[in-house]
């Protein structure tokens, strides 16, 4: 059972335009959402994370927007640039590690 | 480079057989997790080690065992192997950091079975 919803699967944007990815989640026990970006032939890393207590962060041109009510927590790259080409991962985790779900990915072209 | 490392890189196999998968990771850091990356499955996380000890338990299946040694490397063995088990392994570690814990992704074994 897919306890975390992302989408897009794929998504081609301009250099400079602004990328959003969404993820949509069903057990209100989730307390931590992090972001991770990946690229061909490397392991995940963490690029930004957030809790259910603030409902916007941002680090450098990452935004991470949630909306607790909904569900739903989204991600932003602002001024997005071809480096950022990447496949994008949202997840979800309850009770530190005691569950623990990934999205599906959504891969991310950004082209010149 | 994370500082979390993986041995071996590469590994083909048959069904049937066992491995083991070794992972280092940064220094300092007491924790280990396990994940499994597959095209079909996506990223699944399968087990934490804390300092040697179990600490949680995703969706690991019972022919997979992990420890963590006293010098705080992993090992992740698989046995009985079937085609399905063909993935992605990914080790990473973390020191927990106030309310924030970070993880560092390992480069990952590829795993293959015959």
């Known amino acids: 059972q897919q306890q975390v919803k992302q989408s897009p699967q794929s998504l081609i944007v301009q250099k400079g335009g602004i990328p959003i990815i969404n993820c949509a989640y069903e057990n209100t026990a989730f307390d931590y959402f992090p972001w991770y970006q990946q690229f061909p032939g490397k392991g995940p890393a963490l690029l930004i994370a957030?809790?259910?207590?603030?409902s916007e962060k941002k680090e450098g041109r990452f935004t991470i927007s949630f909306n607790k009510s909904a569900k739903q927590f989204s991600l932003h790259i602002m001024d997005s640039q071809p480096g950022d080409s990447a496949t994008y991962f949202c997840a979800a985790f309850s009770g530190g590690y005691q569950k623990v779900t990934f999205g599906t990915g959504t891969k991310l072209q950004v082209i010149p | 480079d994370s500082g979390v490392t993986q041995t071996p890189k590469h590994l083909i196999t048959a069904t049937g057989q066992r491995v083991t998968l070794r992972c280092s990771p940064r220094s300092g850091d007491l924790s280990v997790y396990w994940y499994q990356q597959s095209l079909d499955q996506g990223l699944q996380f399968l087990i934490q080690y804390y300092n040697g000890e179990e600490r949680a338990k995703g969706n690991i299946l019972e022919r997979f065992s992990a420890q963590q040694f006293p010098d705080l490397h992993s090992e992740l063995n698989l046995s009985s192997l079937e085609l399905g088990d063909s993935a992605l392994y990914f080790c990473?570690?973390?020191?927990?950091?106030?309310?924030?814990?970070?993880?560092?992704f390992g480069p990952g074994t590829r795993l293959l079975v015959l």
């Open positions: 957030i809790r259910p207590d603030v």
């Open positions: 990473a570690s973390s020191v927990p950091s106030g309310r924030k814990e970070t993880q560092y």
